[in-house]
């Protein structure tokens, strides 16, 4: 009888601390709703730069956003333009 009791203590004990056990199954739960919320942003992002990418097809090419993409990325000014450096 004592040693039926002391199995289930045991087994119990596992049962809520172990590797398997309640303690770690919270752990899991948080580390998976932090990759949840890391995906959701870089999903955000992938959907930003397609946008960008149809955008500068050939087929759809914006002009605006062609020349706002050559001016930030290779610096270029037009020469009467005033260019004002931020922070």
């Not at 990759?35 to 149809?54: C, G, M, N």
């Amino acid at each position: 009888m004592v040693l039926a009791g002391l199995l289930v203590l045991y087994f119990g004990l596992f049962a809520f601390e172990g590797d398997r056990g309640v303690a770690s199954l919270k752990s899991l739960d948080s580390q998976l709703s932090e990759a949840e919320q890391k995906l959701a942003v870089v999903k955000a992002e992938r959907e930003t730069i397609e946008r960008k990418v149809i955008a500068l097809r050939p087929a759809s090419l914006d002009g605006d956003l062609l020349e706002e993409e050559a001016r930030s990325e290779l610096g270029f000014v037009k020469p009467d333009e005033i260019v004002i450096l931020g922070r």
